[in-house]
């Protein structure tokens, strides 16, 4: 999973817009990582496509979304890899 595709998912655990996920990316990393609109709208169609989230309700002309069951298994399974890659990395540097 991509950086993007992860933290796209992470604020989709709330319903939420595109234009909050790209802030609150934007905040969460203290703006490292922000995400062009042709980005984030583009990622949303592929995760709705392939089931990862679901359009919950239109709102003031912004599309909702909201993870799916299938989305939060897959960001489940890429926080436990990312927790495993913290923990390999802190053995390795503690032990070098």
Known sequence: MTETGF???LGMRQEAHG??????????TQG???????TMYGSLSKMERDGLIR????????????ITPLGEQV???EMKRIRRLYQNMQE????G
């Open 75 to 77: 960001l489940e399974l």
């Open 32 to 38: 490292e990582i922000r995400l062009s609109p042709g």
């Open 7 to 9: 933290y796209i998912l």
């Open 92 to 95: 390795v540097c503690e032990n």
């Open 55 to 66: 359009f919950v309700r239109e709102e003031e002309k912004r599309k909702l979304y909201q």
């Open 19 to 28: 234009y909050s996920i790209i802030r609150q990316v934007e905040a969460l």
